[in-house]
């Protein structure tokens, strides 16, 4: 079947997506049948700049809502029909592990950031990596992404998590009272803002620690523009963070 052009592409005059587009719920209904596969969202999105505008509106929120239906509801409940920095970054966020192998954060091991195929995220963990003034904020946090026999450093974690409403949230208030500095050449692997180092900050509790089974002095954190988090741990041996668990 000919498809007559219904777009017009917004890359250039010499891209090929000039022949004629696909309408919108075409491709709608074409990734609701593939699941919203995000290989192939991020494959579309190379095309142009058209699709990957597509991508952005709907495609990678329908992820989103897919991967994770309620902790989506939770995040728009605030009444905005987007989210902090986008549905790509967030996307990105719930399916990548960051790693470290930048040499800009977390330099003290070298690992790739690589793909995870499913990973929980808890509200209720989120309150264990803030300070006790800022609980009321909302803060959803991976479970560890664990890598381990690194050597001197041992068993790694990663974790990353988002901020409902993070423009208006008290942990975002009291970087800035505190004049937190932004890093000077790091940004977000999801959105690309500037990150806050939070242990530079002082705004690391124990309680991160605790949730996480990591070592007290081994735990650092950064929180984006945009309220995506990133983050390394050393994690205990299994029977320490077993008995760290019991003390929270």
Known sequence: ???TKQYRCIHSSSCQCTKGHLSEDVIFLVFQQLNWNPKLIATLSCV?????DLAKRILWKEFCKTRA?????????????????????LGKLLIYCSGCSGGRLFDS???????????????TSGKSFLLPQCRTDILYVSDPCEHLDQGEEGDVGFFRGVFKSFLVSKVRKMLIDRAAKLHPTAVCPYCKAKLWDML?????????????GAYEDCIEYYV????????ICTLLPLSDSEKASESE
Do not use: E
């Not at 690992?111 to 995220?121: A, S």
């Open 69 to 89: 239906p309620k902790m989506m509801v939770d995040l728009q409940s605030s009444g905005s029909h987007s989210v902090d920095g986008n549905w790509r970054a």
């Open 48 to 52: 142009c700049k058209w699709f990957d």
């Open 224 to 231: 984006c523009l945009n309220g995506h988090m990133l983050g």
């Open 200 to 212: 530079q900050a002082k705004m690391i509790p124990q309680s991160a620690s605790c949730r996480l």
């Open 109 to 123: 091991v070298q690992i790739p950031g690589h793909f995870v195929y499913r990973t929980r995220f808890s509200r």
């Open 1 to 3: 079947m000919i498809l």
